[in-house]
C-alpha cells in the first residue's frame, strides 16, 4: 500500500518551500497538481512521472491520488501556499471517505500567501485578523458578504485571498464599500502580487485608493484594523506594547 503527501510548496520562490515539503516530494514517485505550481518546482523533479491538470478538475486529481497509492506508489498531491488553506487537503480527506480507502495521507503545511505578503509589507497581521476569499465559484456571495459585514465590525484585519479575477471583478469592489461603512478611507491597504515569487509587486495605499491600484488572481489584498499605520513604506498593525 502506497501513501499520498498532500504537500505546500509556499508561494512559489524556492527559498520559501520547507524542507519537509522538498523531502515529501523527493520521497514520491508520482507528482500531480496544476500545472502552474508543477511548473513551480520543476526544477528539482527531476524525471518523475508528472501528472499536471486544468484548475477545475481537483475532485478527479484527488481521486487518482488515492487510486494509484492503492497501486502502490507514494504520490505527492501540490498545492501552492499551504494545502490546508483554500488548498488540496480538505478535498482528498473528503475523496478518501468517499471511496473508503484505508491509505495513510499525510499533510505537509507550507507558507500561505497572507503570511508572504504580510511579511513583504511589514507587519499587518500582528493584531487579530480575518482571511476571506471573495471567490464566489463555491460559496455564496451572500455568506461571503456577511463575513465581510462582520469582519469589518469586529475591527479585523482583512485578508483577501482571490480578490479578483477576469470574470468577477464587481466583488472587490463590494468588498472595499462594506470597509468603507465601517474603516476611515486612510485605512491603510497593502496589494501584493506574486509574493515571494519571481515578479512580486508591492503596492502600499489607502482603503479611499484601493481600486485606483491593479489587482488579479495572483494579488493578496490585506486591509488594516483602525490602529493600522504606514512608516516608512511598511504597515503596521500595533500589537500594543506600550514604547
Ligand atoms: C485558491 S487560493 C490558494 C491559496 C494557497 N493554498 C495558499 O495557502 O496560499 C489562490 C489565491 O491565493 C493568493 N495567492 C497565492 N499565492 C500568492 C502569492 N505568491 N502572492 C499573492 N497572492 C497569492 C491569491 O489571492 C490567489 O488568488
Known amino acids: 500500500m502506497g501513501k499520498v503527501f498532500v504537500i505546500g510548496i509556499g508561494p512559489g520562490g524556492e527559498d520559501y518551500m520547507t524542507p519537509a515539503a522538498r523531502e515529501g516530494i523527493m520521497s514520491s514517485d508520482v507528482i500531480i497538481g496544476y500545472k502552474t505550481y508543477i511548473d513551480l518546482i520543476r526544477p528539482i523533479l527531476g524525471d518523475k512521472r508528472v501528472i499536471d491538470s486544468g484548475m477545475k478538475r481537483e475532485i478527479e486529481r484527488c481521486s487518482l ?60 497581521l500582528m493584531h487579530d485578523f480575518a482571511v476571506i476569499s471573495l471567490s464566489d465559484l463555491l460559496t455564496d456571495w451572500d455568506v461571503i458578504k456577511k463575513r465581510l459585514q462582520l469582519g469589518a465590525e469586529g475591527d479585523f484585519v482583512i485578508a483577501l485571498y482571490n480578490p479578483k479575477s477576469k470574470g468577477r471583478v464587481t466583488q472587490i469592489e463590494e468588498a ?47 486591509i488594516g484594523n483602525s490602529n493600522s499605520f504606514i512608516q516608512d513604506g511598511k504597515i503596521i498593525t500595533p500589537r500594543g506594547y506600550h514604547l
Open 65 to 124: 491520488a488515492i487510486d494509484l497509492a492503492e497501486e502502490g506508489h507514494t504520490v505527492a498531491l501540490v498545492s501552492s501556499g499551504d494545502p490546508g488553506i483554500y488548498g488540496m487537503a480538505g478535498a482528498v480527506l473528503e475523496v478518501k471517505g468517499e471511496k473508503n480507502s484505508p491509505i495513510e495521507i499525510e499533510v505537509i503545511p507550507g507558507v500561505t500567501a497572507v503570511s508572504a505578503a504580510a511579511a513583504v509589507l511589514g507587519a499587518p
Open 176 to 222: 472595499r464599500d462594506i470597509m468603507l461603512q465601517h474603516r476611515k478611507k486612510e485605512t491603510p491597504v497593502g496589494i501584493v502580487r506574486n509574493a515571494k515569487r519571481r515578479g512580486e509587486e508591492v503596492i502600499i495605499t489607502t482603503l479611499g485608493e484601493m481600486l485606483n491600484h491593479s489587482i488579479d488572481m495572483l494579488t493578496m489584498v490585506i
